[in-house]
């Protein structure tokens, strides 16, 4: 061989070599990449109480999920690696693999064409905070064209407004936090939210206003969400260890006492309708 085709060859091998690199990354599933790297790459929703809550101070990420977080990458001898997300936009970064898994999801239609589940982590009920001096029982009382009610836009929260409510002003807006504040100055009637988050914000923000369990009760699941791919490893052991971490007693421990820690919620705060 020539030197000059030796080089050509040889420079053309070196540029190849990340290409190639990169693609045998791509192509792996969750799994192989998790087992491989050992680092498990998780997404967070600030302010999400009692399920995620980032401590300003030291960084740490508290809240039952980031908890199971913890356990499952214990479970596999894994760092586990924490991004800041919202509930609609973690189902495009478990899309786009910028993510292994995102506990906290309600599998609705629209996410299952996209993603995949894992079985429950917990089984919740919605409620409703509604402003001071306003306390519907039921959720066609809620759904009356004068009422004001505001969700955040693409959560299980939205799913379930749409559904329920064809006569309410529905405002859906970036982030529960967004919803939140509408409610605090005015701006709506009543916020949608899954129980644990109803109870968390109105035990730390009395002012926002009171939780109302409504009747007959919605109930959906909390899940987590995984990308779709051929290689069922990766799920199979997250089912696997969930199984497990719920026989032993361990989701209702680590809920509950998020819930109080956390949440703030105190015992007899608790209503019957958490159910884990």
């Known amino acids: 061989m020539k030197r000059r085709d030796f080089v050509a060859g040889s420079m053309l091998a070196a540029g190849a070599a990340p290409w190639a690199t990169a693609l045998a990354q791509a192509s792996e599933s969750t799994w192989e990449r998790v087992t491989r790297t050992k680092v498990m790459r998780v997404g967070a929703v600030d302010g999400g109480l009692p399920y995620y809550k980032k401590d300003m101070v030291s960084g740490e990420w508290l809240g039952c999920m980031a908890d199971f ?6 479970s596999l001898d894994a760092k586990l690696d924490i991004t800041p997300t919202s509930w609609g936009n973690s189902v495009l970064e478990l899309q786009s693999q910028k993510i292994d898994i995102f506990f906290g999801l309600n599998p609705t239609p629209a996410r299952l064409q996209v993603i995949d589940f894992t079985d429950p982590v917990l089984n919740i009920a919605f409620a409703a905070v509604c402003k001071k001096g306003y306390a519907p029982k039921t959720w066609a009382e809620l759904d009356q064209p004068t009422i004001r009610v505001v969700v955040d836009k693409g959560s299980s929260h939205d799913t379930l407004a749409t559904r329920l409510l064809k006569n309410a002003e529905i405002t859906r807006l970036d982030s529960a936090v967004d919803a939140t504040l509408a ?81 703030g919620v105190s015992e007899d705060k608790i209503p019957p309708q958490i159910k884990v």
Do not use: C, M
């Open 183 to 263: 409610l605090q100055v005015g701006r709506a009637d009543a916020q949608i939210l899954v129980l644990p988050l109803a109870l968390s914000l109105a035990s730390k923000n009395p002012a926002v206003g009171q939780v109302v369990i409504l009747t007959p009760e919605e109930v959906a699941t909390s899940n987590g969400g995984v990308r779709k791919e051929a290689d069922t490893r990766w799920l199979k052991h997250v089912n696997g260890w969930l199984a497990s971490e719920r026989a032993s007693g361990n989701i209702r421990k680590t809920f509950i006492s998020n819930l109080k820690s956390v949440g």
């Open 69 to 74: 977080y913890r356990g499952l990458a214990k």
